[in-house]
């Protein structure tokens, strides 16, 4: 079984800030993790994906987040967090071992201060 | 492409009434998904869809219906509504054997 827990449920930085997002997962099969961003009054869109191979995935709008078994941790980050990026974003975990079932954390709103 | 489209954006029903929410996809993805989503909750999965005419349960199934007789279409059906319905419901699809879902806008329904 998969389950996702989102550390934060709103996060505050200042516009040219890092952005981290904090997302711990368990799964008792090697996992497929994603992250997914929702601008307001909008559907989900993906932001990267974590399959297999490299566990620092770049995604869009300058985001990544890195795998990290040990820690059974995914976060997510930006270096440099601009107006643009407040939204929420959800983190999603996927088992390997086929099927389709994604479960998904309770999100993480960003704010940004200018 | 329009990706994946939803109808109505809004609604608001009486408790009782009944509605179908539609979804349509234009990528041919084989996997279609219908979702609920409320404030702090994240996403709670009502139905899926593997293919034409194959559907099955998801977590919180009761009170709602689907069926899936094209690739595109996957409308979900709410019967005897309840103020317990009221919440953003969002249609996803994916390709089989591909990871990530794509969804729809959205549909906001209140239930009073």
């Known amino acids: 079984a998969q389950s996702v827990t989102q550390l934060g449920s709103h996060v505050s930085v200042s516009e040219g800030a890092l952005v981290l997002l904090r997302c711990n997962y368990s799964s008792s099969v090697p996992p497929y993790l994603f992250w997914y961003v929702q601008y307001p009054n909008q559907g989900l869109q993906l932001l990267l994906k974590?399959?297999?191979?490299?566990?620092l995935v770049k995604g869009i709008n300058g985001f990544e987040a890195e795998f990290k078994k040990s820690e059974t941790s995914f976060h997510l980050t930006k270096p440099s967090a601009h107006m643009s990026d407040a939204a929420e974003y959800f983190c999603?975990?996927?088992?390997?071992?086929?099927?389709?079932?994604?479960?998904f954390g309770a999100g993480t709103r960003l704010f940004v201060k200018a | 492409n329009a990706g994946v489209t939803q109808t109505p954006k809004f609604r608001i029903l009486k408790i009782g009434q009944s509605m179908t929410l539609q979804c349509t996809q234009d990528m041919n993805h084989n996997y279609m998904y219908w979702y609920r989503q409320d404030p702090g909750m994240g996403l709670k999965l009502i139905y899926y869809?593997?293919?034409?005419?194959?559907?099955d349960k998801g977590e919180v199934p009761n009170g709602y219906n689907v069926s899936r007789s094209t690739t595109e279409d996957f409308p979900l059906r709410l019967e005897l509504a309840a103020p317990s319905q009221t919440s953003v419901y969002f249609c996803?699809?994916?390709?089989?054997?591909?990871?990530?879902?794509?969804f729809g806008p959205g549909t906001r329904l209140t239930v009073t």
């Open positions: 999603a975990v996927r088992a390997n071992t086929g099927g389709f079932k994604t479960i």
């Open positions: 869809s593997v293919g034409a005419g194959i559907t």
């Open positions: 974590y399959t297999t191979g490299a566990t």
């Open positions: 996803a699809s994916s390709r089989q054997g591909a990871y990530e879902q794509y």
